[in-house]
């Protein structure tokens, strides 16, 4: 047979290539909003832009009949579920539009639903529970099209045919127009890949699923820990330098001291050590053990 | 045979839009099977009524426009690779002192390669790289004209170097209103060429001629300097590169599910087990050893906060307590004494005299 389908490394290099050049169209027509419209009116439109900059990309590409300039780079073509014919304009049309649109439009709809529960036909309309219980569903539903994406990326990598849920939902398959000789040895690394993502999803998912059981303690536990924080803010005002943390610029709480002298409030020192085991002020090399608590010493 | 033209056949558009494309791909076939002599018949013929239209055989063939972006971006990666070669001749001097004359320079180093590649072989050097070169539209000509090359130094360098100095010179020239009128109009019209090029971009999608507005002025036009050899693209990089990228994810993300303490104070447990007749020193404690005091028994300092653990050993408040609160099975590393719970961490008392 003449053509072969194509296999992952040319379709993530096309697919490379098509964002480089897409997010190149996204900023040049930023720019121009910008020096229109003024910076204020492109951060009002900024995601819309970047969807009429993906329309554009594609639409002058896929939809027009041509090959992207990703798919004119490694060589393959858009071919229909029959693997015979190109994919019908119709079919283009909405592919394009869901690889472009559908993001946007599911993250207005996910930011909309919080908002249309507060609204007073909502409040009239449904009972306080059920409001709090969809509520509740946004953020999963949030983190269950991110755990689909990376799901449908690791069968990618394992299947290959693939590499966009647009795709697959209008059946857009890929055909090599000619033999690439290095890209069928590579066929080893990514099922490699695409098991380690797939052992990574599961775990992760299993560790969400243990933490969503003990998630009330957790819950409470942050809430303590917020409110403090905010007790600290609220005290706000001008506080001596005296009196001043270096680290958080605000007024030093349990006060500690480093070997070399200077106080820090325990929260941050501990954590700045964490990282870089120094004295943030003088760089004086020390052991996290060696940080001494000043009991007694802050006032009241 | 029959088969794969009629394979062909079945892809109406791209007869239609992309004929060049065909012929490229029906030869390159043929190349690899040479027993497909008909196929070969079929792009000589179809290539043959193509250079009718255009002039010149192979030469005239269209460039991918994946070719021409690319040449284009190794354009500008060239010039910063220069710049920044000759940005490393004044390391020792002070400071900011090429800032200055930033402009001029790029101009400078613009003009040398213009110099050496357009002026001399008729292409950029990116272009060289991709087995490009510039022809002009107009002419017939497969080389560029001698005015062509001017204007395009013009072009390229000149306005380059007027847009990166206008700050500059629009604030050094404001106080004249002639010259305040001129430079408003120049930055309304480098807006307007913004949108100009956006446009012409996205011609450029389509019809893959001009890929810069500079080039549709001059009508001059990226073509093969040779016939064109199969271009291979290397997925190596890539796929080594996608491949750690996932190691590396995988190991950020398994990490903090290990216990690192824990392995570490199990692996001592084994290893650097206590001998009986130390661990037999865990009874009541009545009186510790004076050089116990002074040595924590983590860390080996002089402890900090000391505290003990119900054994002899005095710890770091923070070596003992960050160590328990990793592990709950911690124990003592010198004698196997268990913390078992946070209240048996115990401030030092001890008797003066």
């Not at chain 2, 200055?100 to 110099?115: D, F, G, K, M, V």
Request: hydrophobic content about 40%; overall charge positive; proline content about 4%.
């Amino acid at each position: 047979m003449m053509f072969q389908p194509a296999s992952q490394p040319e379709i993530i290099r096309s697919n490379q290539k098509d964002q480089f050049y897409a997010n190149f169209l996204r900023s040049s027509l930023a720019d121009i909003c910008q020096s229109f419209a003024g910076a204020r009116v492109w951060a009002r439109w900024r995601k819309e832009l970047d969807v009429l900059g993906d329309v554009l990309y594609f639409g002058l590409t896929t939809i027009a009949g041509y090959q992207t300039l990703g798919e004119e780079y490694v060589n393959i073509l858009q071919v229909d579920p029959t693997r015979r014919a190109v994919p019908s304009a119709k079919r283009r049309l909405a592919l394009v539009l869901l690889y472009a649109c559908s993001p946007y439009l599911l993250d207005r709809l996910l930011a909309y639903i919080p908002k249309l529960l507060e609204s007073e036909r909502a409040r009239a309309g449904l009972s306080p529970e059920v409001r709090q219980r969809i509520a509740q569903c946004v953020p999963i539903l949030r983190q269950a099209v991110m755990i689909l994406q990376r799901t449908h990326i690791a069968l990618f990598y394992l299947r290959g045919v693939f590499y966009h849920v647009a795709k697959r939902m209008t059946g857009i398959h890929y055909l090599m127009v000619r033999r690439n000789l290095s890209a069928s040895s590579m066929r080893p690394s990514f099922h490699l890949l695409g098991w380690l993502s797939v052992t990574q999803l599961t775990v992760s998912l299993l560790y969400s699923l243990y933490k969503m059981r003990r998630g009330t303690v957790d819950a409470e536990e942050s809430d303590t820990s917020v409110t403090e924080d905010e007790r600290a803010s609220e005290e706000g005002g001008i506080v001596e330098p005296r009196l001043r943390c270096a680290l958080c610029l605000e007024r030093r709480r349990n006060s500690t001291a480093t070997p070399c002298g200077h106080l820090f409030c325990w929260h941050c020192i501990t954590e700045w050590c964490s990282t870089k085991a120094e004295c943030p002020l003088c760089r004086e090399k020390f052991q996290l053990s060696r940080l001494i608590y000043l009991q007694n010493f802050d006032p009241r | 045979m029959h088969e794969t033209n009629s394979f062909i056949g079945q892809f109406p558009f791209l007869v239609k839009t992309r004929r060049l494309f065909m012929i490229k791909l029906l030869s390159l076939e043929g190349a690899v099977n040479k027993q497909r002599s008909s196929i070969n018949k079929m792009a000589a013929t179809k290539g043959s009524s193509e250079n009718k239209e255009t002039g010149t055989g192979s030469r005239n063939q269209v460039v991918l426009r994946v070719s021409q972006l690319d040449s284009s971006q190794l354009d500008s990666e060239l010039h910063q690779l220069l710049k920044s070669q000759f940005q490393r001749i004044f390391q020792f001097f002070k400071p900011g002192v090429l800032a200055y004359i930033e402009p001029e320079l790029n101009a400078a180093l613009r003009l040398l390669t213009w110099q050496f590649s357009i002026n001399t072989i008729g292409a950029t050097l990116g272009q060289r790289i991709m087995n490009l070169k510039y022809g002009s539209e107009a002419s017939m000509t497969p080389d560029l004209g001698h005015r062509q090359r001017l204007l395009y130094a013009c072009i390229l360098i000149g306005a380059k170097w007027l847009q990166e100095r206008s700050a500059d010179l629009s604030s050094s020239t404001n106080h004249i209103e002639a010259f305040r009128k001129i430079w408003k109009a120049l930055y309304f019209f480098e807006k307007l060429l913004s949108v100009a090029s956006l446009v012409n971009f996205l011609v450029f999608l389509q019809d893959g001629r001009y890929q810069f507005l500079h080039e549709r002025l001059l009508g001059i036009r990226a073509q093969f300097a040779e016939k064109q050899s199969i271009r291979q693209v290397s997925f190596e990089f890539m796929t080594r590169e996608l491949l750690w990228h996932g190691f590396a994810e995988f190991l950020f993300f398994l990490l903090p599910f290990v216990n690192f303490r824990r392995i570490r104070n199990f692996l001592q447990q084994k290893l650097f087990r206590p001998s009986p007749s130390q661990r037999a020193e865990t009874g009541a404690i009545v009186k510790r050893d004076r050089s116990l005091y002074k040595e924590c028994a983590v860390c080996g300092e002089w402890p900090t906060i000391p505290r003990h653990i119900g054994c002899h050993h005095v710890f770091c408040y923070y070596c003992v307590q960050s160590n328990f609160l990793a592990d709950p099975s911690y124990t003592c590393p010198l004698c196997s004494h268990p913390v078992d719970d946070v209240t048996n961490i115990q401030p030092i008392t001890c008797d003066v005299g």
